[in-house]
């Protein structure tokens, strides 16, 4: 799986770093399963934003999937 | 669970059984969806579904005398369903769907002696099986007595009908003169059919057969058809000799054994339950003309049927109507769900659905427990390490938290021992800490030496089925409770009082409410109407039912009880953890409670009240009467999460304020974060189960220099912190020295940055 949940509004900056948040690869793992997806990501220090809508969207939904297995 | 075990499950939901009806049809005939057909006006699906257990069903639908009638439940309630003649206006009205079908030709040959119904029958049970039959008739045609009714009765065009839909099932017809011994030699089985005029050589030298297998001495040979005038239903016994014989003739070509797992006729047992109580009697509708109902005549007295079923328990909880069956079925998908190795296990919210209420035992009648059922299968799924981690989480957080931060355990000040222990119940603490408080108050002025005691009884543990967790907590509370020199514990929680009862048999618990019931007032004038809404778990807690009804007797109140209370009471939506697995039916479940009465509600139980009160309807709890200068609003909205925690530390800390001598505990840094929070947001966070003690804790990191994200345009805010298993975000903006909220979420993924 390769997806990318870039928000719409990409105007995010992290502090106290500093810097524009800016597409970046970042592993997601729920239950010994691992995702590669693209999100918001500070170059210098990796933070990752999540964004509500993927929060209690997809990623709700792929945690639940994940349970029930 | 085993399969045994399944099979045991199962065999205490009779919901599958036959109806009466069924059962007295030697048939076997389904005739609860016979006439639910026919009171929809379907006629030929009622007429296909006669056609499925009858053989030649144009013949045997209007000749059957319906022996099946006397055992019909509406007996008693305006007369049994006019099988019969529903059945008669059925075939006449809807020609025959069937088609011919037979199962692949097989070598063996069966010679049927006789052409009367129960041979006819033989032949078109044998000859859909493949097997080759030649019936040998007395009299000119075959049918015997068929060839005597009355016109209007059978007309002869649906004899010559059936007869010919036999023969193009490849049975054969020949006069019984052409039957030659040599006929016999050829044979593979032979059938003698009684009912029909045979000469003398042939039936005098036949025995009596075997009654349930009706063979003869002689191996391959069987007979039947042997009822008369005499009998007052013979056609119908004389067909089901026949159906009898040709299972044994079906089994004896095959070598089989004739009598192994062979389902034994019913003779109208019928295991099925079908309360009738509540069903009005509805008087036989008379056909107007002698010829029999008319199609408006025949769906008005089809509608009359009961459709008997049990549903006992499916009919009073929303839990079990959900899932959209009855417990046999359940148990069926929860023995699946344990079987899966690779897959979805589908059953994982039926399984942690349940109220655990017990419910259904008390109006099962053979005491089937959902509660047990599911219960074992949490345990299980524990053990298994495949319970869903999201399933009990946040009620498992705020029992961890009840036994940490919030609980306490004291003599009275000043004194060194303890008579009694007050143990309020965690949400009692976190619902009604004041009321809480006054009601310790009232027990240390009828015993000084009474204790406090705030901990959780460790209910949520049982009911996500920990149970590892909970045996160790206990033993806990065991310790605590021999430490504090083993006093009796007086409870204000009919959960608790079922878990120290059940769990902790040494201890004597006692309900606060019977303790307070003892000195309660002189009856008061009868002031107002209310309905009692008894917890679940007060299910078998009869004393400290009636306890409560004396105190509010005492204060002026009667009961208009609700039609489920008592024994047969049911659940908030809170109990077995249904809230916290599935929210949206511990709604419905609270809304189908409320809506049992129009009255008032008032419970003793702190949840019960603040799930009922969540539909809006006025609920009040009995500390509400008791101490009227603290009364809550009946209307008042349920706590929410939030407060009920912050709620229990202040109890604790407005306790612990009587021993100054003791050191309060320190408060944490993040505790000072000051918080607006809109109404839109308070929903957000009561839906999303995130806590005001989260949403700072967040904040606090982010304010000492943690890293957070700052909107370029809007000056909005975002930062995140994971705390346990799940990761929380807060978006705000600050105001002087408060953080105003605007949103928060929160997800149980983990994120990692890749490595380059
Ligand atoms: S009421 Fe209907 S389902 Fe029940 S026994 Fe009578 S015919 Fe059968
Ligand atoms: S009450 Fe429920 S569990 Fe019991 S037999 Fe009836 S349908 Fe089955
Ligand atoms: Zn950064």
Request: glycine share 6%.
């Amino acid at each position: 799986m390769n997806l990318s949940f870039l928000p719409a509004d990409m105007n995010w900056t992290c502090q106290p770093c500093g810097e524009k948040l800016q597409p970046g690869m970042v592993e997601l793992e729920y239950m010994g399963n691992v995702f590669r997806v693209e999100l918001p990501v500070c170059p210098k220090c990796s933070a990752v934003l999540i964004s509500e809508d993927l929060a209690v969207g997809r990623m709700l939904e792929v945690e639940q999937l994940l349970e029930d297995k | 669970m085993e399969q045994k075990e399944l099979r045991a499950w199962e065999a205490l939901c009779i919901q599958e059984e036959p109806p009466a009806c069924r059962a007295g049809c030697p048939l076997n005939v389904d005739a609860r969806s016979f006439a639910a057909a026919m009171a929809k006006g379907e006629w030929s699906s009622a007429r296909a579904i006669l056609e499925k257990s009858m053989p030649i069903g144009g013949i045997v639908a209007r000749i059957c005398e319906a022996p099946c009638e006397q055992y019909c439940i509406r007996k008693d309630l305006g007369g049994a369903i006019a099988l019969s003649a529903l059945e008669r206006v059925c075939v006449v009205n809807a020609p025959s769907r069937r088609k011919v079908f037979r199962l692949p030709p097989r070598p063996k040959r069966v010679v049927a002696l006789g052409g009367g119904l129960s041979s006819l029958t033989v032949a078109f049970d044998l000859a859909k099986k493949g097997y080759p039959v030649t019936v040998y008739f007395g009299g000119e045609r075959p049918g015997g007595s068929l060839n005597y009714f009355p016109e209007e009765t059978l007309p002869q065009a649906v004899v010559k009908d059936e007869l010919n839909h036999l023969e193009k099932l490849s049975v054969a017809f020949k006069p019984i003169e052409n039957f030659t011994p040599d006929c016999i030699a050829s044979a593979d089985s032979i059938y003698v059919g009684q009912d029909d005029i045979l000469p003398e050589t042939l039936t005098v030298p036949i025995q009596h057969p075997d009654s349930a297998t009706f063979a003869l001495a002689e191996p391959g040979w069987f007979t039947g058809g042997m009822h008369g005038k005499e009998h007052r239903y013979r056609f119908i016994t004389n067909i089901s000799e026949g159906r009898q014989a040709a299972i044994s003739i079906d089994r004896y070509l095959q070598q089989a054994s004739l009598t192994s797992g062979r389902a034994a006729l019913r003779n109208g047992k019928a295991k099925l339950y079908t309360r009738t109580d509540h069903i009005a009697a509805v008087p036989r509708k008379k056909p107007a003309a002698p010829a029999g109902y008319t199609l408006e005549e025949a769906i008005e007295e089809a509608a009359r049927c009961i459709n008997c079923q049990c549903l006992e328990c499916v009919n009073h909880c929303k839990y079990l109507e959900n899932f959209g069956a009855f417990p046999r079925v359940y148990a069926r998908q929860i023995y699946n769900n344990s079987a899966i190795v690779k897959g979805t296990h589908m059953a994982n919210t039926l399984i942690n659905s349940c109220s655990l209420c017990r419910q259904c035992e008390e109006l099962c009648p053979n005491d089937f427990s959902m509660a047990d059922l599911c219960l074992e299968a949490r345990q299980t799924m524990v053990r298994e390490q495949r319970m869903p981690s999201s399933a009990h989480w946040f009620a498992l957080e705020e029992m961890h938290s009840a036994r940490t931060e919030g609980s306490l355990v004291r003599h009275a000040p000043g004194a060194e021992t303890s008579d009694t222990l007050f143990y309020p119940g965690c949400q009692l603490g976190g619902i009604r800490p004041q009321q809480t408080l006054r009601l310790y108050e009232r027990l240390l002025e009828l015993q000084p030496l009474t204790g406090i005691w705030l901990d959780c009884c460790g209910a949520p543990a049982h009911w996500a089925g920990r149970k590892e967790a909970f045996t160790e907590i206990v033993q806990q509370v065991e310790k605590v409770w021999q430490e504090m020199g083993s006093p009796r514990v007086v409870t204000a929680c009919s959960t608790c009082l079922k878990m120290f009862r059940d769990h902790l048999p040494a201890v004597p618990v006692e309900s606060v409410w019977r303790v307070l019931a003892e000195q309660a007032a002189v009856d008061g004038d009868p002031l107002h109407v209310m309905a009692i809404s008894d917890p679940c778990t007060a299910r078998d807690d009869g004393d400290t039912r009636a306890a409560v009804r004396t105190l509010l007797k005492g204060l002026g109140r009667v009961d208009a009880p609700l039609p489920m209370s008592g024994k047969l009471t049911e659940c908030c939506g809170f109990g077995g953890l249904m809230d916290c697995a599935n929210p949206a039916q511990a709604r419905q479940v609270a809304e189908a409670r409320v809506a049992q009465t129009d009255a008032e509600i008032i419970t003793y139980c702190a949840m019960c009240r603040d799930q009922l009160a969540r539909t809006g309807k006025p609920v009040s709890h009995i500390l509400d009467l008791l101490f009227s200068d603290l009364a809550h609003p009946a209307e008042e909205k349920p706590q929410s999460i939030s407060a009920r925690r912050i709620h229990r530390r202040r109890l604790k800390s407005a306790l612990l304020n009587r021993y100054p001598a003791e050191q309060q505990e320190e408060k944490a840094a993040w505790e000072d974060v000051e918080l607006i929070i809109p109404e839109t947001v308070a929903m957000m966070m009561e839906e999303r189960r995130i806590l005001e003690d989260d949403i700072r804790k967040v904040l606090h990191k982010g304010a000492n220099g943690g890293q957070h994200f700052v909107h370029d345009q809007s000056g909005l805010a975002i930062a995140s912190a994971v705390l346990g298993a799940v990761t929380f975000w807060v978006e705000y903006t600050v105001e002087k020295d408060q953080y105003r909220l605007e949103r928060c979420w929160s997800h149980r993924m983990v994120m990692r940055r890749e490595k380059a």
